[in-house]
């Protein structure tokens, strides 16, 4: 075989396979425009870098067989709308280390005290246009967004609040900032909820918080004792006070009444007295004497020239026996 011929036979093989190379290229940049959008995203066409249609629906293709101009004149870009895209946002560090934090984000609260927040953010596109054309970078955007929100919110927060009993209304704060946020820019997506992820002090400082915690908890216990001893002593304290009161009043009654009484008397007797004053004095000395004779019993003289003053209690009274008693005592 001569080497002409082989020659000819091998750049007739290259050039029929270039041929076919090209061919095949030619068609898959002619079917480059033919796309199939699947379920749950929709498509805009750009041409020459301009959106193709004049109206919403027609610059956004739904799911389905979407027909463009090869790739080098048309770029079909797909848009995934019913997807929940999530991604994380750290509070945005400062830039700089204080010497006592370190460099891991942190927040200033309401009260001048530092916590460190982090949250999980879920977010879908609402307008398929926006998101295409409007921005570059949306995570980012949505990084600035949550994140300034919660350096916002937590300077009117104290830090017990934030990291104890208001984290739901601290959410709740930063979701409404973060929207408003969103829409100002208007790149197209809608944040659908955020959750923290965490909210704590700085590792630097933990330490000496647990302690103030510790401490606080401790006067809140004692706190709750001395409610309880003084709930338990004062109602204790006011009813002896009130027995001694009531006591006062029944003594002060009975002496006003005895009083009285012997006002009474007194002015009875004076009138008597005035009318008759030999008799009343003789009434009331018997009466006197009387009483006396009573208390001290009787009185023995005895006949060895020395008259002594025995001094006896009256006799007990022998209680009276009815009939029945005698008779039953009888027929013992």
Known sequence: MKKGSLFTDVLQAATKYFGILIAVVVIGILCSGIRIIQSGNQAIILRMGKIVGDTYEEQV???????????????????????????????????????????????????????????????TVS??????????DIPAIIDASVSSAMVREAAAMKVDSLLTDQKDAFTQAIFRRASQKLEAVDVGVALRS???????????????????????VQVSTMLSTARQYREKVLPAAQAD?????AQADSTYSQRIAAANQDLAEFWGVLEE????????????????????????????VVSDGDTNLFLTPPAPKQPEISTSQEAAHGES
Do not use: C, W
Not at 241 to 245: G, K, L, M, S, Y
Not at 283 to 299: L, M, N, T
């Open 61 to 123: 293709h739904g799911p389905g067989l979407l027909l463009a101009f090869p790739y080098i004149i048309d770029e079909v870009i797909v848009i995934p709308t019913d997807q929940v895209f999530q991604q994380n946002v750290i509070v945005h560090d400062s830039g700089e280390s204080t010497g006592r934090t370190s460099k891991t984000g942190y927040v200033m609260t309401g009260d001048n005290n530092i916590a460190v927040i982090s949250a999980s953010v879920k977010y």
């Open 273 to 300: 007295y005035e009318s008759d004053p030999a008799g009343v004095k003789a009434r009331i000395y018997s009466q006197k004497v009387s009483q006396i004779f009573e208390k001290i019993g009787s009185v023995r």
């Open 127 to 136: 307008d398929p246009v926006k998101y295409a054309l409007r921005a570059k």
């Open 241 to 245: 006070a009130d027995t001694t009161v």
């Open 194 to 216: 955020i959750e923290l992820t965490k909210v704590a002090m700085p590792e630097e400082v933990r330490g000496i918080y647990d302690q103030v915690n510790a401490a606080s």
